[in-house]
């Protein structure tokens, strides 16, 4: 049986349309986003990256037009979210805060876990963390150069906690270590807003982490004795830098938000473009200045290119450092 040309004609361009649709994201024929997104925090609540990324979630709000649901996942060393992305659908509605331990923990075990840069999809960077090492006010170690002395004397047994094994501050304080001849014990816990109320219960002996500590330190219940960010902090100018201090370590650990591998790029570019506004809106930079936040925005570009370079700096940390959370 013979096909009239204009059949065959016809059928062609119904074939043609069909593969088109297939090929173009759904979300963009009928809209993104059309019902609220899940953003995970690997974080317990009340710690400076929580605020902020609550903060970003309520202006996104408006701005995307759908909710932005905050969903607290913390344990794991803040891996949760990542893992979580890991069994998500790449549609845009479940994004989590991204990172530098997701970028590391691959190189830190032999178990199975991700590609940190062919496994999730960037959409842009946001901020980082004010870290710095406090100790209770009624301490004797007045500053870093007693915190030092008072760790060479007693080595392995002054603690310090972290939000977690393999965090960057941890990376950090080890190198720190290694460098002025410390052996101290690391008390890691889920979030730094833990390592809080361990220092006010006399639990460990100081904290090395990001700027939970703050309320404490401004209430007179802490003494913050050094920060590590490269300048010293605006709401702290008395407080030096570890540059200052001879040592030469910077760390702000700059983060953003990524979602599963293979998201469409009009999809990231509609979240991209509302997280970014929400990123620079009055509201979002209140929060960000209250914990001493730096601003470490990243196009979705850039951003990408960030985490390809920096997972080869963590594959070489990881490896000079020798660290592992295999038992």
């Given at each position: 049986m013979m096909t009239h040309p204009r059949g065959r004609v016809a059928r062609r361009t119904l074939l043609a349309?069909?593969?088109?649709?297939?090929?173009?994201?759904?979300?963009?024929?009928?809209?993104?986003?059309?019902?609220?997104?899940?953003?995970?925090?690997?974080?317990?609540?009340?710690?400076?990256?929580?605020?902020?990324?609550?903060s970003l979630a309520d202006v996104a709000t408006k701005i995307i037009g759908q909710p932005v649901m905050i969903e607290n996942r913390s344990g794991a060393r803040g891996l949760l979210a990542a893992q979580a992305l890991?069994?998500?659908?790449?549609?845009?509605?479940?994004?989590?805060q991204h990172h530098l331990s997701v970028l590391r923990h691959p190189f830190m075990t032999k178990a199975r876990s991700w590609d940190p840069v062919a496994d999730f999809t960037p959409v842009l960077g946001?901020?980082?963390?004010?870290?710095?090492?406090?100790?209770?006010?009624d301490s004797p170690i007045q500053d870093?150069?007693?915190?030092?002395?008072?760790?060479?004397?007693?080595?392995?047994?002054?603690?310090?906690?972290?939000?977690?094994?393999?965090?960057?501050?941890?990376?950090a304080m080890e190198d720190i270590c290694v460098r002025l001849g410390m052996e101290m014990v690391h008390v890691p816990f889920r979030g730094t807003?833990?390592?809080?109320?361990?220092?006010?219960?006399?639990?460990?002996?100081?904290?090395?982490?990001?700027?939970?500590?703050?309320?404490?330190?401004?209430?007179?219940?802490?003494?913050?004795?050094?920060?590590?960010?490269?300048?010293?902090?605006?709401?702290?100018?008395q407080v030096p830098t570890l540059k200052e201090l001879g040592v030469d370590v910077a760390v702000?650990?700059?983060?953003?938000?990524?979602?599963?591998?293979?998201?469409?790029?009009?999809?990231?570019?509609?979240?991209?473009?509302?997280?970014?506004?929400a990123l620079m809106s009055p509201e979002n930079t209140t929060v960000r200045d209250r914990w001493d936040m730096p601003l470490a925005y990243m196009d979705t570009a850039a951003y990408?290119?960030?985490?390809?370079e920096r997972v080869a700096y963590e594959r070489e940390m990881v490896g000079r450092l020798r660290l592992s959370i295999d038992s």
């Open positions: 349309l069909g593969t088109a649709g297939l090929a173009a994201p759904a979300l963009g024929q009928t809209g993104f986003p059309n019902r609220p997104i899940r953003l995970l925090v690997p974080w317990p609540p009340g710690g400076s990256a929580d605020a902020q990324l609550r890991l069994q998500s659908a790449p549609d845009g509605y479940t994004l989590a946001l901020t980082g963390w004010l870290f710095g090492v406090v100790v209770r006010a870093w150069a007693g915190y030092v002395a008072a760790a060479r004397a007693r080595p392995g047994r002054m603690t310090y906690s972290t939000s977690g094994i393999g965090t960057s501050n941890h990376i807003t833990e390592g809080v109320t361990a220092l006010l219960g006399e639990q460990i002996d100081s904290i090395a982490d990001s700027s939970a500590w703050v309320p404490q330190v401004e209430a007179g219940a802490f003494r913050l004795i050094c920060v590590w960010s490269p300048e010293r902090a605006a709401r702290f100018p702000t650990s700059p983060y953003g938000i990524a979602g599963p591998k293979g998201m469409d790029p009009g999809v990231v570019r509609v979240l991209h473009d509302g997280f970014k506004a990408r290119d960030f985490i390809a």
